[in-house]
């Protein structure tokens, strides 16, 4: 019996840390559908985003590629045209991409109209949209300010909020995120003293259910239109801040369930410059607050409350539709959220409640009967799941273009020889004030993080320190031996490490291995034959072409 062709749901959360689900050992808040997701698949312990900020970090997501290759180091640095996505690499081998929700995508458009392409024409479009087919995009951060919206584009989400009857001509702010003050007025999620308040919405209206009910739009349309096979990428906005939930998820945690922060007074004496910056600036000094981490954090886990409610009514409609039982599905974050940790708020920095991210895979074959509930504790990055998609779909992972490993083989339980040492993980803080402050050049502004299982190590361009934790005797990570003398020996190894990745081979994507093999010596078949003195040193079919009679003679 042939099997039929499966699909793949790629589902994103926006800014979910890996340590705030149940399976990973939350005491508070319970996650039931991503805990029977890694039940019925396998966990993956030391998932490492490849940029802990979003737009980045999603660029490699989509094509497989460390930032130092597709070039997209921060929010809003457009993916060149030429970089191919995980649309392109599917496609070629049959299977459709399709985009619900957010990318942070920032389209190259110099580079578009140097080529003639323009978004209303469907390579266009696709070149534009990360490679994906849009059913609905919408990257959920519609702020207003005297200087104009921070996304000037179509809301999908606000048109759908005013066909609902809310007024107002920015909704997303009015009611998503915003709730009433004591006397009926707006109190904005901005302002995180208003985190405990239920949002000014319907529920059922919220964006998380939004988001859910276009994915089973999409998953009916392609069941009526006997579509497939298809990869759908669901890239939620939330738990990302503003940090306001509505009813009845602003009052099911309290500031009684909130965890005490991972954070130690010597962090804060003599820091790394990079690190003082980011402790100090609005967001740190806002998160070092207990009133503060005491209103976000319950409002944040209520937020990611929601989102597994909304994971439990999308697979019961994958259940009920059979989809469930055909189709690869993925959890995972762009990265984490700091919440106070390190006297850190957001994400940006290399600690692990930043840089870490969920994966949870789960593969229906038969095949990967064997690994389930299983949790793996490799080290993992976010690229292998390009990697993975491609190979789920029956395609051979081109490995001069995609730089992740496929996870198939710790899906199957099947023996690898070997797997990476190390994780690399990139930040690029040039648009900052930590680069202004410190005096540093944009060129200078990037940081760069090698973590095996035992040692995190960050090199800063610029003339900077390194920092090193030893992940084994200070998981933790209070305690930075950068400066450590006796640590000489794993700073060499570390700087040694960095030196062999940036020295890898990340921009022939034209030409694979296997292209070049076969290149080696056909030249000579075409008839480039150098270094011969009288054609004897080689096969003279090689230089039968250039003998013979003369039939013209124009010399004497």
Not at 67 to 95: A, Q
Not at 268 to 275: G, K, M, Q, T
Request: charged residues 25%.
């Amino acid at each position: 019996m042939t099997r039929r062709r499966q699909n793949i749901l790629f589902i994103m959360f926006d800014q979910l840390r890996f340590d705030y689900l149940s399976c990973a050992g939350h005491p508070y808040l319970h996650t039931p559908h991503m805990d029977k997701l890694a039940e019925r698949g396998v966990r993956f312990s030391r998932c490492y985003v490849q940029s802990p900020v979003c737009g980045s970090s999603r660029m490699s997501f989509y094509t497989g590629r460390y930032v130092h290759s597709h070039g997209c180091g921060w929010n809003g640095f457009p993916l060149k045209v030429g970089e191919l996505t995980l649309g392109d690499h599917l496609r070629d081998i049959g299977m459709d991409a399709w985009l619900i929700g957010k990318t942070h995508m920032k389209a190259d458009t110099a580079g578009m109209a140097r080529l003639g392409l323009t978004r209303n024409s469907i390579i266009g479009a696709r070149v534009a949209e990360c490679g994906f087919d849009v059913f609905v995009r919408d990257d959920g951060l519609w702020a207003d300010g005297p200087d104009g919206r921070y996304d000037p584009g179509y809301s999908p989400y606000n048109a759908y909020l005013e066909s609902k009857g809310y007024d107002g001509d920015n909704p997303w702010a009015d009611h998503a995120n915003a709730g009433i003050d004591d006397d009926g007025n707006i109190a904005p999620g901005w302002f995180m003293r208003h985190a405990s308040k239920p949002a000014n919405i319907r529920e059922e209206d919220s964006e998380t259910p939004f988001m859910t009910g276009q994915a089973i739009d999409f998953i009916n349309k392609m069941q009526k239109d006997n579509a497939g096979p298809w990869l759908c990428h669901l890239s939620y906005i939330k738990p990302h801040w503003p940090y306001i939930v509505p009813a009845p998820y602003h009052a099911l945690y309290g500031s009684n369930q909130v965890l005490p922060a991972t954070r130690h007074p010597r962090e804060r004496v003599d820091p790394h410059p990079i690190y003082e910056q980011f402790m100090n600036n609005a967001i740190g000094q806002a998160f070092r607050r207990d009133d503060v981490r005491a209103a976000v954090i319950p409002a944040y886990m209520g937020l990611i409350k929601q989102c597994d409610d909304q994971l439990g009514r999308l697979f019961a409609h994958l259940e009920a539709t059979g989809r469930m039982d055909d189709t690869l599905i993925v959890i995972t974050s762009d990265h984490g959220d700091y919440l106070g940790d390190h006297w850190l708020g957001e994400k940006d920095l290399f600690h692990e409640p930043s840089v870490k991210a969920p994966c949870i895979v789960y593969d229906p074959s038969p095949e990967a009967d064997t690994t389930r509930g299983s949790v793996c504790d490799e080290l993992v990055e976010s690229i292998d799941l390009a990697a993975t998609f491609i190979e789920f779909a029956g395609g051979a992972v081109p490995q001069h273009i995609v730089e992740g490993r496929s996870l198939m083989p710790f899906l199957r339980g099947e023996h690898i020889d070997y797997w990476r040492e190390f994780a690399v993980s990139e930040y690029d803080y040039s648009i900052t004030p930590a680069a202004a402050n410190l005096g540093v050049s944009s060129e200078d502004a990037r940081l760069f993080m090698i973590a095996d299982k035992r040692w995190k190590f960050i090199h800063a361009e610029g003339g900077f320190r390194p920092i090193l934790f030893d992940l084994k005797e200070d998981p933790e990570e209070f305690t930075d031996l950068g400066e450590s003398v006796a640590h000489g020996p794993i700073l060499s190894r570390m700087y040694d490490r960095l030196g062999r990745w940036a020295r890898r081979q990340s921009q022939r994507f034209t030409r694979s291995d296997t292209d070049l093999r076969k290149m080696r010596g056909a030249s000579r078949r075409k008839g480039i034959l150098l270094g011969l003195y009288d054609g004897s040193e080689t096969d003279p079919e090689l230089h039968e072409k250039y003998r013979g009679r003369v039939r013209q003679r124009y010399v004497p």
